[in-house]
């Protein structure tokens, strides 16, 4: 028995952001690299058929949990898929912040004539024909029917108290650990040289400086006061540009068109407050600036073609 060859992917639509179809694009190429069908991925991941339908063609921003298992059904780091699906997260709630909000009223015609239709075409009601009285018998049954019926009501209140409250106490011991489960998976030391999006620390981290270049390339350093680690990133930059931070000696390098497309990170370093964390772009002619920052919040050698370096003392 042979299993299906995926389908080739339809058309994107032309409405989409540029950071979705980079997204989207990534994510259709990981899917080809794993040979399986919308329907092997939902058997190999915790997501539906119909939910991967949807991400694949662009329909839904897929969640983060839905990149990072296909990425390991394909065998691909995550990293870089993460820096897109962050873009394209970030794209979509600056978009629904800026949507105008709107009521819709729905057409109360319906609602007005059924019931005066349903008056005129009703057939006047049939008189119901006398009922004898019951003997003593018979009402006694009935009565003890009704006690009957109250008593089983009651059981079944109780039964469904009883119900939810293990319901409620399972849960609640189920918490702690799957709130344990998706947090980071380092901390300090643990963390040097680490990808901090693979260890979870990128969840929520601090800006501790961000800075634009004359070329038009972005440089940030970032902390994360749960893992206990600093690192840099750069956006908008060319193939052949490097990132470098210090402490640690951390490097990357933009290698292809779809690292320039996205977020570049370093390895992560670990630091405390009061560490001071340098990060240098180093543009793809390899020409240096005068490299002299301060000792919090600096930038300097912006220049094009030259070396721009920022730093920023962890707090």
């Known amino acids: ?20 179809v980079r997204l989207v694009s990534a994510l259709r190429d990981l899917r080809k690299r794993t ?21 694949l063609n662009g329909r839904t ?69 006398p009922v004898a009285p019951a003997p003593p018998a018979a009402r006694l049954d009935h009565r003890q029917a009704m006690a009957l019926a109250v ?21 609640d011991h189920a918490t702690p650990r799957a709130t344990a489960s998706t947090g980071p998976l380092c901390r300090g030391t643990a963390c040097a040289g680490k990808d901090p ?3 979870r620390c990128a969840d929520a981290p601090t800006t501790l400086l961000r800075h634009r270049t004359t070329g038009g390339a972005w440089l940030e350093l970032r902390h994360s006061r749960t893992c206990g680690a600093s690192w840099a990133r750069m956006w908008g930059t060319r193939i052949g ?6 402490p640690g000696a951390r490097t990357n390098q933009i290698r292809n068109r779809a690292d320039a497309d996205a977020y570049v990170y370093t390895p992560m370093s670990a630091t405390r407050p009061g560490t001071l964390v340098r990060a240098c772009l180093v543009p793809a002619d390899g020409s240096l600036g005068d490299g002299d920052g301060g000792s919090s919040g600096r930038t300097d050698g912006s220049g094009s073609g030259s070396e721009a370096c920022i730093e920023s003392r962890v707090h």
């Open 61 to 129: 921003l897929p969640p983060r949990a839905a990149v990072e298992e296909l990425c390991g059904l394909a065998g691909e780091p995550p990293g870089r898929c993460l820096a897109l699906w962050e873009l394209a997260d970030t794209e979509a709630r600056g978009r629904v912040r800026e949507a105008p909000t709107g009521k819709r009223t729905a057409p109360r015609t319906a609602l007005r004539t059924a019931p005066r239709t349903a008056l005129r075409t009703a057939p006047p009601p049939t008189p119901s024909p």
């Open 197 to 199: 999006m693979d260890m």
């Open 151 to 171: 008593l089983a009501s009651m059981c079944a209140v109780v039964v469904g108290a009883v119900t939810l409250s293990l319901l409620l106490l399972s849960r």
């Open 35 to 55: 040979d399986l069908s919308l329907a092997g991925l939902a058997a190999k991941s915790t997501f539906s058929k119909s939910s991967w339908e949807r991400y």
């Open 1 to 20: 028995m042979t299993t299906p060859s995926p389908t080739p992917a339809p058309a994107l639509s032309q409405d989409l952001s540029a950071e979705r």
């Open 241 to 246: 540009d490097r990132l470098q931070m210090t």
